[in-house]
């Protein structure tokens, strides 16, 4: 049973670039988060995907942006790269149950390390 | 500005020693989950707490959630080298968007 798998997992940009990032939930999830840790910190939440569409979102620009697929994978997008995007961005998937979702667990995957230089 | 307050951010004790770390808010929360997170991967969860004062068990760590559901406890026993790691408390607010602490960043020595 393969859990989250994000690619790539290192990635090196320059300031101004654009950025796609792939994750694969775990089988049978039906919802992807997207995190960015900074070095340090907890995880932020980005936004969340569900039903091929963004369900929420956290404080970040329109800079970052993304996509469902019908197979459930989804593609964190960044423009207009700033040094500051440099993180561990992280997906995370989990099974939507309507309004008893909080307890359901997020899988992560390990992330992929973003560097803006 | 973190909706959830970790404390502490460091903590670095001996093999054996208990520890207990906290996480505190002033929002209220449908569930809190606790993750441990090793370096170059993501989050394991460890568990989640949902109803107000409730206490559960995995082994040598008890975790507690707060009577009014805006704090935590994390509590370790007899502490041991493969408990070091990142420590991550989260909140969760509408249906299943979830709010991290900062962490608290444990070595246990041995």
């Known amino acids: 049973d393969a859990g989250v798998t994000q690619s790539p997992t290192h990635l090196i940009k320059t300031r101004g670039q654009q950025v796609t990032l792939r994750c694969s939930p775990k089988?049978?999830?039906?919802?992807v988060s997207w995190y960015q840790q900074a070095l340090g910190q907890g995880p932020q939440f980005i936004f969340q995907?569900?039903?091929?569409?963004?369900?929420q979102r956290g404080n970040f620009p329109d800079r970052f942006s993304g996509h469902q697929f019908p197979n459930y994978s989804s593609e964190l997008n960044v423009n207009a790269l700033l040094l500051g995007d440099s993180a561990l961005y992280l997906c995370?998937?989990?099974?939507?149950?309507?309004?008893?979702?909080?307890?359901?667990?997020?899988?992560f995957g390990n992330g992929t390390r973003l560097t803006v230089t | 500005t973190q909706l959830l307050e970790q404390s502490p951010q460091f903590l670095s004790i001996q093999e054996g020693e208990n520890l207990t770390v906290y996480c505190n808010s002033s929002?209220?929360?449908?569930?809190l989950q606790w993750y441990r997170q090793e370096p170059g991967e993501g989050p394991v969860l460890l568990v989640t707490?949902?109803?107000?004062?409730e206490v559960k068990k995995l082994k040598r760590l008890t975790f507690q959630f707060g009577d009014a559901r805006k704090d935590s406890s994390l509590h370790i026993t007899a502490a041991q080298p493969g408990d070091t790691g990142l420590y991550l408390c989260?909140?969760?607010?509408?249906?299943?968007?979830?709010?991290f602490g900062s962490g608290t960043k444990l070595n246990v020595k041995p």
């Open positions: 995370a998937s989990s099974l939507f149950t309507g309004q008893s979702s909080y307890n359901s667990p997020l899988h």
């Open positions: 089988s049978g999830h039906d919802t």
């Open positions: 995907y569900y039903e091929e569409e963004e369900r």
């Open positions: 929002s209220v929360f449908s569930s």
């Open positions: 707490v949902v109803t107000g004062g």
């Open positions: 989260a909140g969760a607010v509408n249906f299943n968007k979830f709010y």
